[in-house]
């Protein structure tokens, strides 16, 4: 049926012991023309990564057990998803090539996250991220064209060519930012305008495992429930930070619990419904003015935690293998939906297919677009201010700044 409705069932457990990357429930499929549902079981396991506890912190109830997900949705999200994973592969190929230089880190094997997070919020919220920014500039409102061309440092990217991989924008999102944590407090800052204009919007401050630590985000949570913020911290826990895993660099590694005071959640970050029927659960918690609230979302990179780094000699390929078998998330949502009806291979295929030419073309612009000017180094540095003189590096160089 076009128009029947994917039901899935997984579990936040109030008080059972679960595994991180699994979601033990069923897929419940209703037909409306046919009157009839089904129930077909589903399970999925990882070794080596089960915590003793996988529960809700400081909360009665979590989100609803059951997540409806429509053919509109689900070709959308798949879309998407696919076009993350891609645009990711072509910059890993761009780098090797030489063509991007220096900082970049790949989202590819995340990016549930990104699109289910999107799913649970709105636009007009507001969003805050560490460096691995790139599937967020395109959920944002980024394009693939400008997002590639800010790769490759020419003038058409995103930040004008002057970002680079860490340092993207667009409306209502404030980065890709390179200090490890330090974009937690800049997200509990947009919180705090958010209640101060009262305008009903929150801001989602994502992190990752690594950054977990950093004495400024436990400084964050305590100011932020202090005040009740409407912000939700992420914790995107891709189980290794560099080249440490989560077991090494943490005593306690549920960090769902770290804001201890404020509530929090756990759940599959490498399921989109899970994702987004979590983050809708933690927008409602915020909006309703009880404060901020904290995610985990246990996801999985399949590079390593930058293009300097292979990504093999602190975990196997045995090990990346079996998540890509096993909880792919682009694979797992295409199942559910070949599964049950919802989509044709031939249908798919066809996405697949404008996806890579979207990909390809954004990469030849990338490569072809000029690098911009000199004369742009000191532009863009405020918003509306007159022209004025920047001292270059001699002393006969000068610069003027542009708005």
Known sequence: CVDQLLEVSYVLSQGCSLHPFSLFGSVLLTCPTAGLASMVASSRSYADFTPEKVDLHRLEEGPPLTATLTREEGLKYYRTMQTIRRM?????????????????????????????IEGGITLSDHLITAYRAHGYTLTRGGTVREIMAELTGRRGGIAKGKGGSMHMYTKNFYGGNGIVGAQVPLGAGVALACKYLG?????????????????QIF??????????????????????????????SSASTEYYKRGDYIPGLRVDGMDVLCVREATKFAADHCRSGKGPILMELQTYRYHGHSMSDPGVSYRTREEIQEVRSKSDPISMLKDRMLSNNMASIEELKEIDIAVRKEIEDAAQFATTDPEPPLDDLCSHIFANDQPFEVRGATPWTKLTSTS
């Open 199 to 215: 305008n009903d919007q929150l801001c989602v401050s994502l992190y990752g495992d690594g950054a977990a630590n950093q004495g």
């Open 88 to 116: 990711e592969l072509k910059a890993d190929q761009l780098y090797k090539q030489k063509i991007i230089r220096g900082f970049c880190h790949l989202y590819d094997g995340q990016e549930a996250c990104a699109v289910g």
């Open 219 to 248: 400084e964050t949570y305590n100011m932020s429930s202090l005040w009740k913020l409407p912000i939700i911290f992420i914790c995107e826990n891709n189980q290794y930070g560099m080249g440490t895993s989560v077991e090494r």
